[in-house]
């Protein structure tokens, strides 16, 4: 909800009541985005949480104003104080594809101690959740292995583009931003809170850039600085944080007795799957019952980029590549590379993945691609080729001039990032924290993508939102953090 407002003055309970409902409904009718009770969700609905709802319409072609609209959802889960704190924490999903609404809902726990005094304020950005999703049915684990040739991925791309509820180049992040100002705006807010993880970081800063006057505090978890194109160095920062995991595996005495010569033994399953895939034979997820399938050099590739993104499944890593390669049973990496593929695949909007990728970063790809550097990952350049070949035919909206340069700021900036994160490195953070003058930057030991769900992180964030200022902060807690113990047995870690 808006913020609310006390002059302190105390009116008869009947007056109150009758004044209370009157100002309700004249909000109702004046203000561009009425909200209504409703209950957020994850994609599943299995966390729910109570909210309030409403939808904003604005122009899908911002030079259009009279034009086409769209509208975006818009959920504020108000603040637990009675009397909130004018500025709200907004939050700001990744992807690029995610809707905040759903990829949040879940997560909201991690947001208690804000939102004891502060409304949290999530929208969908337009082309994700319910702001006029524009998805797509090519395989998200085709661009990195492959297995789909170029032009047979620019070939779905066009039906893809013929088949989406709107224009696709008109769903970038220098379009996002001013609707997610126009819901600052309607709303009644004076300034924002901005919380944004992986790709969120990217559409915070610009935020920030575009509208600092109307940015409190702005926290980073994951950096992505402004001027880097992501997708030619996912395999290199994938391939950096599995040979970290192998490597404090091999310090590891109990882990390095009992998984050997872990990058021989990956490169032995690769070269397997290569030649053909392994039968399996795996329960269904809704039925239980056993079903025939084939594990590909494909899934193996997924699985193990989508289980180094939290420090619990990377700790998996040895025992399910061992147990791959030297006793023949895949059945548990092929498990997790279809419970990880669907959840993707259900959060990630992918025509709205392409048009952000294909106007902001496509353009550098030349620049930032290392052949050779990527020829020796294990992913390989298949993501860059493969996405090279949908940006070919994908339209290409309008980016700002400016969108690429660092960020010069002086809004106070906290920014968070893991040790072993294989898609957003700590140098990244290093990288953007330099643009900002009071600012903290804190690198996580042993962690991986995204700190948000670490109690320690919490508290940092929370103080730092409400001092409103990166200096002074206690942040002794992230020296105790340790990496999780790695799983000797399908029983667990050692004792």
Known sequence: MPPSYDAGVRYPVPLLVAATLLAFAAEAAESPLPLADCRISDVDGLVSTAARCGKLEVPENPAEPEGRKIALAVAVVPAVAAKAKPDPVVLIAGGPGQGSIEGFAPLLDAFAGLRRERDLLLVDQRGTGGSNRLDC??????????????????????????????????????????????????????????????????????????????????????????????????????????????????????????????????????AALRKAPAAIRLADPLTAKPREGQFTRSALVAAIRLLLYSPATASLLPLLVHE?????????????????GEALEQAIAFGMHNSVVCAEEAPRFGESADRAALEATLIGPQMVDGMAAICGVWPRGPVDEDFAQPLRSDVPALLLSGEFDPATPADWGARAAAGFSDVRHLVFPGQAHGQERLRCAQRIIRQFVDAGTATSLDTACVDEIRPAPFFLSFSGSAP
Request: glycine letters at 8%; hydrophobic letters at 45%; a neutral charge.
């Open 137 to 270: 049915d090519i395989p998200d684990d085709a661009l990195e292995t492959g297995d789909i040739p170029p032009a047979r991925l620019a070939a779905l791309a066009r039906d893809c583009l013929a088949k989406l509820p709107g224009r696709a180049g008109f769903y970038t992040t220098s379009v996002a931003v001013r609707d997610l100002e126009a819901v600052r705006a309607a709303l009644g807010y004076e300034r924002l809170n901005l919380f944004g993880g992986s790709y969120g970081t990217r559409v915070a800063q610009h935020y920030a850039r575009r509208y600092p006057e109307r940015t409190r505090t702005i926290t980073l978890d994951g950096v992505v600085p402004p001027g880097l194109a992501l997708v030619p160095r996912i395999a290199i920062e994938s391939q950096r944080a599995l040979d970290g995991v192998f490597a404090r595996c091999a310090a590891d005495a109990a882990c390095n007795s009992r998984f050997p010569a872990l990058p021989q033994q990956l490169a032995k399953l690769d």
């Open 324 to 340: 791959a390669a030297t006793n023949g049973n895949v059945v548990p990496l092929a498990a997790q590379a279809e419970m990880a």
